[in-house]
């Protein structure tokens, strides 16, 4: 009973509660049993604040959209009374003294935000293995991360340690994990859910989204912490649909999908490739119409993303000085060596390489060359995706050009981690909506009989989610890849 009840999806959870078969208390009770048995093994959480959410769940109301129901939260989104660390030894010991916007609506809605899930340190990363404190492994082969920088909540979703989970996606952070831990993860359009109270990483990137173990769930969620804040100027004064309710209503009858040549090139592993290209034949079945579209500037997005999210980060990164939070550098003499040494103890190899590279191209003989154009081809690639979405409701393309790789596998080279998002930076760069859902199964090269999760990502126009939830839903409605559990071995 209480295994089944921690499986559930926020959906069925909330008819329970709100029927009053369940008690927030008993779901609370069965979710944390759950986490004592499996989280030693996965260390998807960094913290959880149990008691809180006892006292939250006694007090809940079930009539609320989320009455109830607990969510995990990346360590980047600030939750009152809470520590807000970015999986970073510099903000060691610093606690949130407010809510994100994300999470007063959460709580206004009756959601309940009581873990803090492990990321890579300032979501800097692509498996979770940057955090400053623990390795979250991947519930499918615990040999493998879960991907990342969202590793911790893609990991709970998918063992069923939390009902749903925040994420933050700036180069495909939701995404990239929910792929390779199987469950579904949406990035919203940049300005559809406030910014205000997540760390920032690159602000013209970052967005906050849910991961969760169905697209209707992703849909709730969405629709409780859309639109617009006065505390986040980029929030767009948009009016926000019901889209649980939209994704419910739509029929995919005639729904245009376009296909980008570009991502399918050459380096995907072929078992990818082949599950996107069953998913395309899918939606030609359920009547869906399949157009081939080009996004020709799909090749410097690597490049133009690793300029503007460092330039962006090493700016945003320069409040963390040892004066207002966290990690301070004992017996210093004088200012800049209090400067220098705290932030050289504070920040990890991943965050140093970031500022420096970012310091680097906004520097005054630099900066035409590298931090400028890469801005005009970001233009370029805005404008690409504006001409394919003349043509179509939504492209389909592989969430991750590979499954899930072995942990320490690719930490030596940051190169070849870069390259985990070569599918999903394009979207932060043009500001678009995109979602990743489980699309099949891999078997692992080393281990015949290993089963790993593939996710075929779907990516939509600005503001157009609704659209893209009702095109994944379709989808989901008529596979069982979401419906498959990990075995935690
Ligand atoms: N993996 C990318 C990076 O390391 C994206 C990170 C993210 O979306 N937060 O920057």
């Known amino acids: ?104 609506r959460l709580r206004a809605a009756g959601a309940i935000p009581f873990g803090r899930t492990n990321m890579d340190e300032f979501a800097m990363g692509s498996s979770t293995e940057n955090s400053a404190f623990q390795l979250t492994r991947n519930p499918w082969d615990l040999s493998r991360v879960p991907g990342g920088s969202s590793g911790g909540s893609a990991a709970v979703v998918a063992a069923d340690t939390a009902f749903a989970a925040l994420g933050t996606d700036t180069g495909g952070s939701i995404r990239q994990p929910a792929a390779l831990c199987g469950c579904v993860g949406l990035k919203p359009s940049y300005g559809r859910v406030s ?88 939606y030609a079945k359920l009547g869906a119409e399949i157009v081939e579209v080009s996004l020709p500037h799909t090749e410097y997005a690597v490049a133009v993303y690793y300029i503007i999210a460092t330039a962006e980060a090493s700016a945003n990164l320069a409040r963390f000085d040892g004066v207002r939070y966290g990690h301070r550098a004992a017996d210093t003499n004088g200012l800049l060596e209090h400067y220098g040494r705290t932030r050289a103890e504070g920040f990890g190899p991943e965050v140093k390489r970031r500022i420096i590279l970012g310091t680097y191209v906004l520097s005054s003989g630099y900066y035409d060359a590298y931090y400028l154009r890469a801005q005009k081809v970001r233009t370029l690639m805005r404008q690409d995706f504006e001409k394919a979405f003349a043509q179509c409701d939504a492209l389909i393309c592989p969430t991750s050009p590979v499954p899930a790789f072995k942990l320490g596998e690719r ?79």
């Open 1 to 104: 009973m209480l295994s089944t009840l921690a499986s559930l999806t926020v959906t069925a959870l909330q008819a329970k509660l709100r029927a009053r078969e369940v008690s927030p208390r008993e779901a609370l009770d069965a979710l944390a049993a759950r986490i004592d048995a499996v989280d030693g093994r996965l260390r998807g959480y960094l913290s959880t604040d149990l008691e809180y959410a006892r006292r939250a769940a006694e007090s809940a109301d079930v009539t609320l959209p989320l009455g109830g129901v607990p969510i995990a939260v990346k360590d980047v989104v600030s939750v009152a009374g809470q520590p807000c660390g970015c999986a970073s030894k510099i903000l060691a010991g610093y606690r949130a003294p407010f809510d994100a916007t994300a999470i007063a």
């Open 195 to 282: 910014r205000y109270g997540l760390v920032a990483f690159a602000s013209s990137l970052d967005q906050i989204g849910p991961l969760t173990k169905t697209v209707a769930d992703a849909a709730l969620l969405l629709g409780v912490m859309a639109g617009r804040d006065p505390l986040d100027s980029t929030s767009l004064d948009a009016p926000v649909p019901d889209y649980a309710a939209a994704v419910r209503d739509f029929s995919i009858k005639g729904a245009r999908i376009g296909l980008p040549k570009e991502y399918f090139v050459s380096g995907i592993d072929p078992q990818v490739e082949a599950a996107v290209r069953a998913a395309v034949a899918h």
């Open 411 to 489: 930490t030596a080279d940051p190169l070849a981690m870069y390259l985990a998002d070569i599918f999903t930076i394009a979207a932060n760069l043009a500001g678009i909506c995109g979602v990743s859902l489980p699309g099949g199964f891999a078997k692992a090269a080393d281990d015949g009989d290993r089963e790993l999760p593939i996710g075929v990502q779907l990516l939509g126009p600005a503001f157009a989610e609704e659209k893209l939830l009702g095109i994944a839903h379709a989808f989901e409605q008529t596979t069982d890849w979401h419906q498959r559990r990990p075995a935690l071995g």
